[in-house]
């Protein structure tokens, strides 16, 4: 036979108690995430979640150099696109070229690099060309 409540302790359990005083109180409200949607729990579970978690949140990245260093130049042709003056092409340019001919002096490990500096002159005139100027 099951236990009977004993007399003089509500049905509320001590823990369940402190739970839903301090649901009245709003503490619940201060903890982060309050009000947002659960993530989606359709998704297969992956025991590697809370690491691309904070990975994703520190910015981190798992490429090897040489991809990395890929991805900066596809980016950097992307900015240059967005560019509003010469000056900013320039800069943008000089800044990647700097860092491909790190590279290409000291070869980081991984796959092969595949990279050369931008010809700037050359991304200028295709620049000033896109944007009907001189």
Same mark, same amino acid.
């Given at each position: 036979?099951?236990?009977? #409540?004993?007399?003089?302790? !509500?049905?509320? !359990?001590?823990?369940? +108690? ?11 409200? #201060? ?5 947002r949607p659960l993530a989606d729990d359709t998704a297969p579970y992956d025991e590697l979640w809370w690491i +691309? ?7 981190? !990245? ?8 890929? #991805? ?7 900015? *240059?696109?967005q560019a509003v003056s010469e000056t900013q092409v320039r800069r943008i340019l000089g800044e990647i070229n ?5 590279? &290409? ?7 092969? &690099?595949?990279? +050369?500096?931008?010809? *700037? ?14």
């Open positions: 036979m099951t236990e009977r #409540k004993p007399p003089g302790v !509500s049905f509320e !359990s001590f823990v369940d +108690k402190q739970i839903r005083e301090a649901a009245e109180r709003g503490e619940f409200r #201060k903890l982060a995430g309050f009000g +691309k978690q904070k990975m994703h949140r520190e910015g981190a !990245s798992v490429l090897p150099a040489a991809l990395a260093l890929r #991805k900066d130049a596809e980016d950097a042709r992307e900015a *240059v696109d700097t860092l491909i001919a790190e590279a &290409l002096l000291r070869p980081p490990p991984g796959p092969p &690099l595949n990279l +050369k500096p931008f010809d *700037v002159e050359a991304v200028v005139a295709e620049w000033r060309a896109g944007r009907g100027v001189g």
